[in-house]
């Protein structure tokens, strides 16, 4: 089993700062098979992006992804208000894991 | 309105069964596969099972390989999961969720809870 690991476990930050997540993976995750998604308290995981760096449809330009092989990041380039929220990513490339989580929170 | 929307959770003795169902509305559901993802405060998200879009290949996280059965009804465009062999470590909040050629998941319910506890 592929084991995901995000970093930091919770980012206090500003609006209108960047934010940069990180997801590592205990073995090379196949064909960039990773995605990222956005979770508010009391909703369902929203997708972001899936293959690394492929924004979901509707999701804004300041989320980005990138990463390949055991390392992949989440990046907003702006935080918004509506951005603070808790990120996880995903591997499907060796069935299905995801990471712990990494918090947003308003500093 | 594309959605998915999930009913039947509750709470269950350890050792007996429940069903849980996913309807969907909006979208041709007979052309995607579907998966049950759960989610507890401890584990996390976890990946319970998939079926494909036909219904004729079913795949299972190996905690509930064996008691946990993915089955759907294309004419009724509904989703199901028998759970038997209940556990406590089951306890969770069960999502459906949309899939597709790669297991992302670009379409989610709002979840139902399931809780097992004597």
């Known amino acids: 089993e592929i084991v995901l690991t995000q970093s930091p476990g919770t980012l206090s930050l500003s609006p209108g700062e960047r934010a940069t997540l990180s997801c590592r993976a205990s073995q090379s995750v196949t064909s960039s098979s990773l995605a990222w998604y956005q979770q508010k308290p009391g909703q369902a995981p929203r997708l972001l992006i899936y293959g690394a760096s492929t924004r979901a449809t509707g999701i804004p330009v300041r989320f980005s992804g990138s990463g390949s092989g055991t390392d992949f990041t989440l990046t907003i380039s702006r935080l918004e208000p509506e951005d603070f929220a808790v990120y996880y990513c995903q591997q499907y490339g060796s069935s299905v894991t995801f990471g712990p989580g990494t918090k947003v929170d308003i500093k | 309105q594309v959605q998915l929307v999930e009913s039947g959770g509750g709470v269950v003795q350890p050792g007996r069964s429940l069903r849980l169902s996913c309807s969907a509305s909006?979208?041709?559901?007979?052309?995607?596969?579907i998966h049950w993802v759960r989610q507890t405060p401890g584990k996390g998200l976890e990946w319970v099972a998939v079926i494909s879009s036909d219904g004729y290949n079913e795949y299972y996280a190996g905690s509930v390989k064996g008691r946990f059965t993915i089955s759907r009804d294309n004419s009724k465009n509904t989703l199901y999961l028998q759970m038997n062999s209940l556990r406590a470590e089951d306890t969770a909040l069960y999502y459906c969720?949309?899939?597709?050629?790669?297991?992302?998941?670009?379409?989610w319910g709002r979840g139902t809870l399931v809780t097992v506890s004597s």
């Open positions: 909006g979208f041709t559901f007979s052309t995607y596969a």
């Open positions: 969720a949309r899939g597709g050629t790669w297991w992302y998941f670009d379409l």
